[in-house]
C-alpha cells in the first residue's frame, strides 16, 4: 500500500543545534502532516500544510519551528534551535483532500536532544 | 482542547475475549476515526465511522458513533495476541483538514 517514508529513523543532536526531520509522503497526496509522540503518550498535533502553506498549527509548534516542501520533494519539519524538551518521536503523515479518507502515517524519527 | 473524557488507560485481557475501548469528544466532528499503533510504528487506520453511520463492522473490529453524546467505541471480538497494540481514535476537522488524536488504549491481549 501507500507508504509515507521517514528518514533518519534516529537523530541525535546537541541542544541548541539545528535539525531537519525528512519526510517523503504519498506520491499523490495533497495534505501533509506533523504530529509529536513523547514515549507511551498521545499524538500530539504540531501543524498542517497544504498548497504550500501552513494551514493550522498547535501551540506545540514554537517559534522555532518551520515546516516547508521545497519543489514538491520533501516535506521537513526544522527545529532551529532545539531544546531538550523537543526530544520525541516525529510522525509525518499525509492524506488526500477530505476528512473520510485514510491519513497514512510514516515510521517516525525519534528525536533525542542531549 | 477536542478532548474531553477520554484518558490514556491500559487494558489487558485474555486472549478470546471481546474488548470495547471508549472514546468521547468535545467539538463537532463528521467522521471518527479508530487507529492502532504498533510498537515502533506510525499508526494505521482500521476503520472508520462517519456521522451519518451509528454503527461499522470489519471482521472482528465493531465501531459505533453517538453523535447526541459526541462518543465513539471499538470493540474486538474474540481477541487475539496480534490485536495487542495502542488504539487511538481521532476525530476531523474539516474546515483545515486535520486529525486529533485522543489519548489512546494500551491494549495487551494475554495468551
Known amino acids: 500500500g501507500p507508504k509515507v517514508l521517514q528518514i533518519p529513523s534516529h537523530q541525535i543532536i546537541d541542544m541548541g543545534q539545528m535539525v531537519t526531520l525528512n519526510c517523503d509522503p504519498v506520491?499523490?497526496?495533497?495534505?501533509f502532516y506533523w504530529y509529536k509522540q513523547i514515549l507511551g503518550q498521545q499524538m500530539e498535533f504540531l501543524v498542517n500544510?497544504?498548497?504550500?502553506?501552513?494551514?493550522?498549527k498547535s501551540k506545540l509548534f514554537k517559534d522555532q519551528f518551520s515546516v516547508e516542501r521545497p519543489d514538491g520533494s520533501y516535506f521537513t519539519l526544522k527545529i532551529q534551535p532545539t531544546a531538550l524538551e523537543d526530544s520525541a518521536v516525529y510522525f509525518c503523515?499525509?492524506?488526500?483532500?477530505?476528512?473520510?479518507?485514510?491519513?497514512?502515517f510514516g515510521k517516525g524519527t525519534r528525536l533525542t536532544v542531549v | 482542547s477536542q478532548w474531553g473524557e477520554e484518558n490514556l488507560q491500559a487494558l489487558s485481557i485474555q486472549e478470546g475475549e471481546d474488548v470495547t475501548m471508549n472514546c468521547s469528544y468535545k467539538?463537532?466532528?463528521?467522521?471518527v476515526h479508530w487507529y492502532r499503533q504498533d510498537s515502533g510504528r506510525g499508526p494505521a487506520l482500521i476503520i472508520l465511522?462517519?456521522?451519518?453511520?451509528r454503527e461499522k463492522r470489519s471482521g472482528r473490529l465493531r465501531a459505533t458513533l453517538d453523535t447526541s453524546s459526541q462518543s465513539s467505541s471499538l470493540s474486538i471480538t474474540a481477541a487475539q495476541c496480534e490485536d495487542t497494540a495502542v488504539y487511538f481514535c481521532?476525530?476531523?476537522?474539516?474546515?483545515?483538514?486535520?486529525?486529533?488524536f485522543g489519548k489512546g488504549t494500551s491494549l495487551t491481549v494475554i495468551p
Open positions: 503523515a499525509s492524506s488526500p483532500p477530505g476528512t473520510n479518507t485514510e491519513v497514512f
Open positions: 506520491s499523490n497526496h495533497l495534505y
Open positions: 500544510f497544504y498548497n504550500g502553506k501552513v494551514m493550522e
Open positions: 467539538t463537532y466532528t463528521t467522521v
Open positions: 465511522i462517519r456521522s451519518n453511520e
Open positions: 481521532a476525530t476531523a476537522n474539516t474546515g483545515y483538514q486535520n486529525f486529533y
